[in-house]
């Protein structure tokens, strides 16, 4: 088990990306780096093992639901990539979209998320998130992978 310092931020828009990396590294104390391409993802967090992922659900190519349940070492996609993901990856993942569809929020949890948001709409909120998500994450200790 680890104490939480660093955090992967994967999101394909841009700037949804610049903000919550923006409000991530203003709660300081942690390493915050971002990605915008899913499948790029899944290869930095096998290599560089952030602590935690906070993962957007609708991406083209490969949505949130698709990296998790690669991670997780689900899926008929988890066999051809298992070298790049490895087996039943353990880290803790925040999916965060702008669909709040019950639909949604119960397909991600089903899928081994570890929580669930709905992304915010001011700079302002996602500072508010990413402090609450770190509170959270930061009172216990993390699985290691």
């Not at 008929?76 to 298992?82: M, S, T, V």
Request: hydrophobic content about 40%; glycine content about 10%.
């Amino acid at each position: 088990m680890s104490k939480l310092a660093t955090v992967l931020i994967v999101d394909d828009n841009p700037r949804c990306l610049e903000f919550m990396t923006l409000a991530f590294a203003a709660q300081g104390g942690i390493t915050v780096s971002s990605e915008i391409k899913p499948v790029t993802a899944l290869d930095r967090i096998r290599s560089e093992k952030p602590d935690l992922v906070v993962l957007d659900v609708k991406m083209p190519e490969l949505d949130g639901f698709g990296v998790l349940s690669l991670l997780r070492g689900e899926g008929d996609l988890y066999l051809y990539l298992e070298d790049m993901v490895g087996e039943g990856n353990p880290v803790p993942v925040v999916m965060c979209s702008g669909s709040a569809l019950q639909n949604d929020i119960d397909r991600a949890y089903a899928g081994g998320c570890s929580g669930y948001l709905e992304k915010p709409t001011t700079m302002e909120d996602y500072r508010t998130m990413a402090g609450a998500i770190l509170q959270y994450w930061k009172r216990g200790e993390l699985p290691r992978h």
